[in-house]
T-cell receptor, first 114, second 112 residues
């Protein structure tokens, strides 16, 4: 069990550029979640997958955001036409049905839009 | 919308003291409650969880109490250590495996 891995750890991009983040969950976990966290706040839910199916999306997830989990393993989160307000920590978590509530988080990707 | 919140943004204690971090929630339909610890530059780390059919659960040096009558959750840390210094979040979910709703967090500072 190597934990939840996120790549890159840090990303600096210019406003208007597209960025893509990757998350590798714990291998036996079938659920994968994306959260966004700004300084001083708790994580905010964005979306989650069960296997390859995207089951829920938050209203926070604007049309510029898209997430995929094509083979039910790793997931990508893409932000198109980035804005300064997108600057945040993007966290990924995974869980398995037999460990209710025990979501394991990765260390996150810190996005800075300049 | 409904959300989970914490009563105090900061808590300062001496090493060896017991710490109590409180949380109020508003969704009476929530079934699972989880406490997370987050250190600077890291993702939230699971501490302990509790289901709505329980009112107390103990772990190693930690105890979670759930009072459904007043919609209150607390985390007790015994013999607090400097390594416990972090931001603590409570989170709730109406159904296991679905979206967690986090509060704003309490920053615990432990001095030697």
């Amino acid at each position: 069990d190597t934990g939840v891995s996120q790549d890159p750890r840090h990303k600096i991009t210019k406003r208007g550029q597209n960025v893509t983040f990757r998350c590798d969950p714990i291998s036996e976990h079938n659920r994968l979640y994306w959260y966004r966290q700004t300084l001083g706040q708790g994580p905010e839910f964005l979306t989650y997958f069960q296997n390859e199916a995207q089951l829920e999306k938050s209203r926070l997830l604007s049309d510029r955001f898209s997430a995929e989990r094509p083979k039910g393993s790793f997931s990508t989160l893409e932000i198109q036409r980035t804005e300064q307000g997108d600057s945040a920590m993007y966290l990924c978590a995974s869980s398995s049905p037999d460990r209710a509530g025990g979501y394991t988080f990765g260390s996150g990707t810190r996005l800075t839009v300049v | 919308g409904e959300s989970v919140g914490l009563h105090l943004p900061t808590l300062s204690v001496q090493e060896g003291d017991n710490s109590i971090i409180n949380c109020a929630y508003s969704n009476s339909a929530s079934d699972y409650f989880i406490w997370y610890k987050q250190e600077s530059g890291k993702g939230p780390q699971f501490i302990i969880d509790i289901r709505s059919n329980m009112d107390k659960r103990q772990g190693q040096r930690v105890t979670v109490l759930l009072n459904k009558t007043v919609k209150h959750l607390s985390l007790q840390i015994a013999a607090t250590q400097p390594g416990d210094s972090a931001v603590y979040f409570c989170a709730e979910t109406p159904q296991a495996g679905t979206a967690l709703i986090f509060g704003k967090g309490t920053t615990l500072s432990v001095s030697s």
